[in-house]
């Protein structure tokens, strides 16, 4: 097995996004609790982001969802992240909250609803050309949720079209990323449930329509690392909305419910050659702080990432092929399982000393009086998204 000083440089090239929404408040439809010092601006959202990358170093830009951040002037809002140290990322469309959108959006059967869709990308792709962001992702809602009730195929030929018609507007530094979901909100077809749809909208968009994957968005049981390796290896991994889940789409803190699906998961995209300087794939974290504070929600959730990262890049592949080759089984089997329980911690905290940043990132944050300062200036937090 390699060792840790040997991987070490490769832990510098790692870039994990954050979400503007998980700094504001969220919940369940059974209620949604504050937290002290919520934000109430995009700008306290791009503030308390800069602290997760103050004491992480792993995150130097934040995504944002429109309109959910809507200010007047994206450029200014720009200046504003850099100021602090981050840049904006990903912007996020929106289609699922207008009352037009009752059955559908991109896929709606009136051309007039699927046009207000389409103009609403069409002004998220302005906000990019101000952030300088270089992803548009797209996530609908839409489906149905009683058989019959839609033309499922009209549905999937109108959606295509609705792309087709986003992709022409995207700049040639720019890429469109189309995010699938098996389910919810809508229960018996979502129009693009799987990893296989959204490949086959976007290869019929071009070489800058990508895949997200979103790892909350499967059924239990899915073989997401494979899903992973299969997008990596077609070219066409765009993203990965990072979390972890439970029961559905949960939003957790990514690695909490399944460190080792995580492991897994990071295994295959070093193997494939998703991770690093070199890979356009974005790393970035889609969750919501229910019940626990959220920046320091944020610092565990890139830890974690960061932590079992580390532990797939120690995997001694030159072994594993030849275990593998040679058809041992249980060899093969334990010399991934020999980095996946190795523990890292004491070498990530060294190597965070060695980096300039304080060696326990939960800790400092705690100590710095930040958290207290936000609960006791800012009053009113916004729900994550809704009340923005
Ligand atoms: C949908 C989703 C999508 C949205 C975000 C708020 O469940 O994962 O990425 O933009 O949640
Ligand atoms: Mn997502
Ligand atoms: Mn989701």
Not at 103 to 119: E, F, M, N, P
Not at 162 to 177: F, N, P
Not at 286 to 299: A, L, R, S, Y
Request: some cysteine; aromatic content about 10%.
């Amino acid at each position: 097995m390699p060792t840790f000083k040997e991987i070490a440089p490769r832990l510098a090239e790692q870039a994990i996004e954050l979400p503007s929404w998980a700094f504001g408040n969220s919940g369940t439809r059974f209620k949604v609790f504050g937290t002290p010092g919520t934000p109430r601006t995009p700008q306290e959202k791009i503030a308390d982001a800069a602290q997760v990358n103050k004491y992480t170093a792993l995150s130097p830009s934040v995504a944002i969802h429109i309109p959910w951040d809507r200010v007047d002037d994206y450029s200014a809002l720009r200046s504003y992240s850099q100021d602090l140290g981050v840049e904006l990322g990903t912007v996020n469309s929106n289609t699922f909250q207008d009352d037009e959108y009752k059955y559908g959006s991109l896929t709606h059967t009136d051309a007039a609803v699927r046009q207000k869709a389409i103009d609403h990308h069409f002004s998220c792709i302005d906000v990019m050309d101000a952030t300088g962001s270089r992803d548009l992702k797209i996530w609908l809602a839409d489906g149905t949720n009683y058989p019959g009730q839609g033309d499922i195929r009209g549905r999937q030929d109108r959606l295509a079209d609705s792309l087709a018609k986003i992709y022409a507007r995207i700049g040639d530094e720019q890429r469109l990323v189309l995010e699938y979901k098996f389910f919810e909100p809508a229960f018996y077809h979502t129009d693009i449930p799987d990893w296989g749809t959204s490949y086959a909208q976007v290869s019929a968009l071009g070489d800058r329509a990508l895949v997200c994957l979103d790892t909350g968005h499967h059924a239990p049981g899915t073989n997401i690392e494979f899903i992973v390796m299969q997008l990596l290896r077609l070219g066409k991994l765009g993203s990965f909305d990072f979390n972890s889940r439970f029961y559905a789409d949960d939003d957790l803190i990514v690695g909490a419910a399944d460190p080792f699906q995580l492991f897994r998961i990071l295994f295959e995209v070093v193997r494939g050659g998703g991770y690093g300087a070199n890979s356009d794939v974005a790393f970035m974290l889609d969750q919501c702080h229910n019940v626990e504070d959220k920046i320091p929600g944020q610092i565990r959730s890139v830890l974690n990432v960061q932590e079992m990262t580390a532990r797939a890049l120690l995997v001694d592949s030159a072994a594993l092929s030849a275990a593998q080759d040679a058809g041992d089984v249980l060899g093969a089997n334990g010399i991934l399982m020999d980095a996946f329980y190795t523990d890292v911690r004491a070498d990530l905290a060294s190597w965070r000393v060695s980096r300039g940043i304080a060696s326990d990132p939960m800790a400092a944050y705690a100590a710095s009086g930040y958290q207290e300062k936000i609960a006791e200036d800012r009053v009113g937090g916004v729900q994550a998204g809704w009340g923005a």
